[in-house]
């Protein structure tokens, strides 16, 4: 039995996410049924699966009949807003009795959470059982980027990587057209573009991207990723008032001040999603997940007209900043091996490539973005599937691996956010290192 559970937040469901499920994702998985591997061994249990809000779970419950059929497994899931979910997965983690067998990761903010506190199952064990793991799994078909962004620092996998988010440029290729632009091959293009694209008397912004506090630190790091540095060095270093950060920060107080739209300060993903399907924005960056409902001729005023760019190099670095999905299974769990069915059948190849199909993100496996039937009766561009590919190769971790990702996605946001009113980048990011940096000491002692 599938719950969503819809709370009031500012985080609603990417809109499109039906349209996806009227593609023909259920797909009969032939290879599965006529394995020798036993797939009704656990009949007759019941799992509870704790999901996030999205249209990836839409798809993942849709999927809950035909797992049942296979296995005899029933599964009982629910949906929860996102941040309402990590509040929930963390008080039930804390707590050392969750209610659910498999819960949904943000694996860009909980992964050192879920490691801290043993929160989740070591899936290298089961990987190794063949009486557990079907052949026709293939774990070595996930990209190993996305295997690696999941890997806990110890070795251990306590998640598999079922969705993995690059950050790319939505643009509007009628606009760019009829301004005889080309896509940005430099970040500062990119603003030199917005510039020419940017005309307030026809309510046109050059460029939108998420202003409010928190929200706007991916923009920040990937202006950062530009100068090849991340927030947080491998050696747990913050490098947040460097020359590198304070260059992102003024292209990110430039971008948000000089060619946004107004209001761009209060701007999450949703206001800019719906800005730019509106035709109020040339430029969005964002992650690639949010597509679907800019192809939706009932939602959508720039269908047909939506170009999907690589995130463009900065001076030093290219590269797309990196977020993810996984799901893992409940160290309490006393159903962990039907929980581990659930999760081979929820990630196998079929249902990635239902996924990608359905235009809801970009899945861990390699296999589907390499398969030609990913574009056959598709909404999305041949350029959709190629930005995918490239995005891919040259994805890095858009916030810091550390335990404190909220609370620096907070002091860090408010000193951003400051920018936009006037402050001075400099001075707002060496205030806010200074005063974040107690937070990570206290955060690795223990």
Not at 105 to 116: E, I, S
Not at 207 to 230: D, H, Y
Not at 242 to 256: D, H, Q, S
Request: charged share 20%; net charge positive; glycine share 10%.
């Amino acid at each position: 039995m599938s719950r969503i559970v819809d709370r009031p937040s500012r985080r609603f469901v990417v809109a499109g996410a039906a349209a996806g499920l009227a593609a023909p994702f259920l797909m009969r998985h032939e290879a599965l049924g006529q394995s020798s591997f036993n797939w009704k061994r656990f009949d007759g249990t019941k799992l509870d699966v704790l999901l996030v809000k999205n249209p990836r779970s839409d798809l993942l419950q849709a999927h809950e009949k035909e797992f049942t059929a296979l296995t005899g497994i029933q599964v009982s899931s629910e949906q929860i807003p996102e941040q309402q979910q990590r509040q929930k997965a963390m008080i039930e983690f804390t707590s050392g009795r969750p209610t659910f067998d498999v819960s949904m990761l943000a694996l860009h903010v909980q992964k050192r959470l879920a490691a801290k506190g043993r929160w989740l199952e070591d899936l290298r064990p089961y990987l190794a059982d063949a009486s557990l793991t079907s052949p026709e799994f293939d774990y070595a078909d996930f990209a190993e980027g996305a295997v690696g962004f999941g890997r806990q620092a110890d070795g251990s996998v306590d998640t598999l990587p079922h969705f993995i988010d690059f950050w790319m440029v939505y643009y509007n290729k009628e606009m760019f057209q009829q301004k005889g632009i080309t896509y940005p091959k430099t970040m500062d293009e990119m603003f030199a573009a917005a510039q020419k694209l940017n005309d307030p008397s026809k309510g046109v912004a050059g460029f939108v991207s998420r202003g409010l506090k928190n929200a706007n630190i991916p923009v920040w790091t990937s202006w950062m990723l530009g100068q090849g540095m991340e927030t947080v060095s491998a050696t747990g270093q913050l490098q947040t008032d460097t020359p590198e950060a304070i260059w992102a920060g003024e292209m990110y107080k430039r971008m948000n001040r000089e060619v946004a739209p107004p209001g761009t300060v209060g701007f999450n993903w949703n206001e800019c999603q719906t800005t730019f399907m509106q035709g109020r924005a040339a430029m969005w960056l964002d992650g690639i997940g949010f597509a679907t409902p800019l192809e939706d001729p009932t939602k959508s005023r720039i269908v047909g007209k939506v170009g999907y760019g690589v995130t463009p190099p900065g001076p030093k670095g290219h590269h797309s900043a990196l977020f993810g999905d996984g799901l893992g299974i409940s160290r309490t769990s006393t159903k962990k091996q039907a929980a581990w069915l659930y999760m081979q059948f929820m990630c196998n190849k079929g249902n990635q490539l239902a996924m990608l199909k359905a235009g809801a993100g970009s899945p861990g496996r390699s296999s589907a973005l390499a398969n030609p039937d990913a574009q056959v009766g598709s909404r999305f561009s041949k350029e959709y599937f190629e930005c995918l590919a490239a995005s891919g190769k040259i994805a890095r971790a858009g916030l810091p691996q550390i335990i404190p990702v909220t609370e620096f996605r907070d002091v860090f946001g408010v000193g951003l956010t400051n920018t936009l009113s006037g402050a001075d980048v400099a001075t707002e990011l060496r205030k806010a290192t200074e005063a974040f940096k107690p937070v990570l000491e206290k955060s690795e002692q223990g």
